[in-house]
């Protein structure tokens, strides 16, 4: 059975920095891609960004790019989202998700199917 439990939220200040985690567990982590979703209140969830099986390949929304880098380190079955130069429109519940198969990058909420419980990023201005 996958897991994943994301950690590393917290409040912070705009212009500050975050380190999301995401632990995944169940399977070997290192055959699969990953990514990161954010839903704000009143919002849909949307894409952060992906990364593919071996890390050599991301993909970062437009909303965070150069703010905003996803890694991964497979000996750890660890996924992390690093956010710098936040902003209050980065405040949101953060997912990490897996697919069931594939290793290539996906951008869409359709091509993942194990979620985590999300972690709180709260930025004030």
């Known amino acids: 059975q996958v897991q994943l439990v994301e950690s590393g939220g917290g409040s912070v200040q705009a212009g500050g920095s975050l380190r999301l985690s995401c632990a995944a567990s169940?399977?070997?982590?290192?055959?699969?891609?990953m990514g990161w979703f954010r839903q704000a209140p009143g919002k849909e969830r949307e894409f952060v960004a992906g990364?593919?099986?071996?890390?050599?390949?991301?993909n970062h929304a437009d909303s965070v790019k150069g703010r905003f880098t996803i890694s991964r380190d497979n000996a750890k079955n660890t996924v992390y989202l690093e956010m710098n130069n936040l902003k209050s429109e980065d405040t949101a519940v953060y997912y990490c998700?897996?697919?069931?198969?594939?290793?290539?990058?996906?951008?869409?909420?359709?091509?993942?199917?194990?979620w985590g419980p999300g972690t709180q990023v709260t930025v004030s201005s």
């Open positions: 990364i593919n099986y071996n890390g050599g390949t991301t």
């Open positions: 169940g399977r070997t982590f290192k055959y699969y891609a």
């Open positions: 998700a897996t697919p069931r198969s594939g290793t290539a990058v996906r951008t869409t909420e359709a091509g993942y199917d194990y």
